[in-house]
């Protein structure tokens, strides 16, 4: 099963990489705000059984920071 | 406008983030494999026109390095 996690900073929580990329565009002439950055995990799961629950566990183990960060889960069945 | 990018290292292209995610995985005991780590941004966009051609340029000229990276770009109305 092919699984995509997103991570991302949570509100009010500091974003500096999102800072200095808002900067940055805004100074080429993009006019955006409330840049945010986090990280896209993909990867297969061998094994299908209780997928959502085993990739919460990969999260609240590994790839996220729970005190800091959100994920959202996404499994893509075939 | 609501924007969401998601920007990930082409295939073919080594990352060696993902193989360091997917040691660390394996390692807690997660049979998983194809581990690819990339980024997501999401910002708020001041005007609406054009905005798929504008943030196409926003990931051309900063967000993304189109030689070893791809992206997807999701628009949010409302």
Do not use: W, Y
């Amino acid at each position: 099963m092919k699984v995509t996690v997103l991570i991302r900073p949570k509100q009010g929580i500091l974003d500096p990489q999102g800072e200095a990329v808002e900067g940055s565009l805004r100074k080429l002439g993009f006019d955006v705000h409330g840049v945010r950055v986090g990280r896209v995990v993909d990867f297969e799961l061998a094994d299908d059984t209780d997928a959502r629950a085993r990739v919460e566990r990969m999260c609240a183990e590994l790839l996220a920071n729970p005190l800091i960060e959100s994920f959202e889960i996404e499994l893509h069945d075939a």
